[in-house]
Structures are given as C-alpha cells and as structure tokens.
C-alpha cells in the first residue's frame, strides 16, 4: 500500500495534534508536530537573553538560529516523538503559557520559517508522516494527497487548552488562554510570512460538536480514501 502525506492546519488549540496523533498510530505513519518546533526556538531564545520581559531582540536571535538544534524522539511509553532542544528533551517546558506568549511573534519571522520548514520537509520526503501546524497544507506540503482543517469556536478551544494547563499544574486563569488563543490567531492570520490560511483544497472540520471518537472515525475514513484513491 503506498504511502501518502497527510497535512493538518488550523488555529490554536483546534485539536490538531491529538487527532494527528492517533491516525498516525492507526497508519502506521509518524507524526511530527510542526508547532513544537517553533516552540522550542521561543524557549531557546527566552534562555539565551533573547526574549525577556517585554523585549524581544529579534536580530540576536536570527543571528544565532545555526546554534539551534532541534529533533524529535519517540518514546515508547507516551507513544509519541518528543521535541528536544540542543540535545535536551524540552516536550514540558515548551507547552507553558509564557511559551504560548511568545511564539507567535518569533514564528513571524522569515529566516526562523525558512530553518524550520526545510527540516519538515526532509522529515516528510519518505512520505508516510501526518503533520500539522498552520502552513503545512500550503508551504511545508502542498502536493499533499490529504490536508485537513480544523475549526472550533474560540471559546470552545481555550475550554480545551485550560483544561489542558490545569491538568499540568500550571497556575493560569481562564481569560489569559482566552486572550492567549485570540491574539495568537490573529498574528497567525496576519502575518506577512505563510499566514494561516484554508488551503483550496483542504477539507474543513469544524470540531465544536464532535467527540473525540466521532472526529477521529470522520478523519480516519478520510485518510483510508485518500489511500485508496491515489
Ligand atoms: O498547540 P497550539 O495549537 O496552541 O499551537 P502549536 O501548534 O503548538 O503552535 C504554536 C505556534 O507556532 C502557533 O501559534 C504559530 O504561531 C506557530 N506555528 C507556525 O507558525 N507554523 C506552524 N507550522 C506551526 C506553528
């Protein structure tokens, strides 16, 4: 059976890599989460003087981007990659809200975009990978056989997101994730550089109303037709 590639994008907290993750576990394909990686260089760069407080030296940080190494490795137990920053696994750290403050300013940037998407693109050349993000449908991958785009209200997807940074013991309130996934979305959108947008092609889920069980039956009977149908 030949492989395809299968590109999932939408806004913040829509659900993309939980539902990236288990079809790529019913594939047989990897998943790499393309979000982790623009998250790892926001971390980087709030360790190094980069980021801090309210400043942010850009120039500091494109200068230094040859020293920022990223990966990701699978562990067995989670069954999923973890993202590792200069040989460090950084999978907790960089989920925090200070992070999520951040990222979307540091992933406007064209020499950050270009590192990272030629990293994605060699992660994917073998085919057989699910990856999502905000422009994999349109820069990372656009011959992709099956792209996806995942919708939810605002709301509905900073319930989700605090649930989740609650679960982690992290002490946010409810109306910074609120602002958090309203501003990201709009820099996200705006953004010069591979603004986040519908891919012509791409089917559009909207997830307000769907269980976890029903979306992921939805997207697998997709990702099986797609396989048949090239
Ligand atoms: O998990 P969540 O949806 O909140 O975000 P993420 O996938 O971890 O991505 C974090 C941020 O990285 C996004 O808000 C974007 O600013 C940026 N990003 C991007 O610009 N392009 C991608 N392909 C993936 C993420």
């Not at 951040?102 to 990978?129: D, T």
């Not at 909207?206 to 149908?229: G, T, V």
């Amino acid at each position: 059976m030949k492989k395809i590639t299968i590109a999932i994008d939408g806004f913040s907290s829509t659900g993309k890599s939980t539902v990236a993750k288990q079809l790529a576990k019913a594939l047989g394909y990897v998943y790499v989460d393309s979000g982790a990686m623009y998250r790892a260089v926001t971390y980087y760069a709030m360790q190094n003087d980069i980021i801090s407080n309210d400043s942010f030296n850009v120039e500091k940080l494109i200068s230094e981007l040859n020293e920022v190494k990223i990966c990701f490795k699978y562990n067995d137990r989670l069954g999923f990659a973890e993202v590792y920053l200069n040989g460090i696994n950084v999978e907790k750290e960089v989920r925090t809200l200070e992070v999520s403050q951040w990222v979307s300013k540091v992933a406007e940037i064209s020499e950050v975009r270009k590192m990272l998407v030629r990293q994605q693109q060699q992660m994917g050349q073998e085919k057989g990978v699910v990856m999502d993000g905000r422009d994999i449908g349109t820069v990372v991958f656009p011959d992709a056989e099956l792209k996806l785009f995942m919708t939810a209200s605002a709301e509905t997807r900073a319930k989700r997101r605090y649930k989740e940074l609650l679960e982690r013991n992290e002490k946010v309130s409810y109306e910074d994730v609120l602002s958090n996934v309203e501003s990201r979305d709009l820099i996200d959108s705006t953004r010069e550089d591979s603004p986040l947008i519908k891919a012509d092609d791409a089917i559009e889920i909207d997830n307000s109303n769907l269980n976890l069980e029903e979306q992921f039956e939805k997207l697998y009977n997709l990702a099986q037709n797609a396989i048949n149908h090239q």
